[in-house]
Nanobody, 119 residues
Framework: QVQLVESGGGLVQAGGSLRLSCAAT????????MAWFRQAPGKEREFVAQ????????VYADSVKGRFTISRDNAKNTMYLQLNTLKLEDTAVYYC????????????WGQGTQVTVSS
């Protein structure tokens, strides 16, 4: 089992920045990748960014490329998402997720943290 806890969300003006954190506990030694997803009101959950736990390769959704940066600290079992140049459409609940070795999906999810961008 892996437990994920997000933090760092809040209210920010358009153009501003936030940094989200996702702390993982439990069987973190079997982590293959971690990712951020988000869900805006009335919309489906969408992929934001992914990072491989070993090697650190990253993938981003087109909508956040050049503005968001995903990173991780293996020693702390923590993943981050730096959100810069925030737009109104970035408002959503942001979730972190973990994919374990030998699996093909994200099997563990955090409870989410709200990011609200105001004009």
């Amino acid at each position: 089992q892996v437990q994920l806890v997000e933090s760092g969300g809040g209210l920010v003006q358009a153009g501003g920045s936030l940094r989200l954190s996702c702390a993982a506990t439990g069987r973190t030694g079997s982590t293959y990748a971690m990712a951020w997803f988000r869900q805006a009101p009335g919309k489906e959950r969408e992929f934001v960014a992914q990072i491989r736990w070993s090697g650190g390769s990253t993938v981003y959704a087109d909508s956040v490329k050049g503005r968001f940066t995903i990173s991780r600290d293996n020693a702390k079992n923590t993943m981050y998402l730096q959100l810069n140049t925030l737009k109104l459409e970035d408002t959503a609940v942001y979730y972190c997720a973990a994919q374990q070795l030998g699996t093909s999906r994200y099997g563990y999810w955090g409870q989410g943290t709200q990011v609200t961008v105001s004009s």
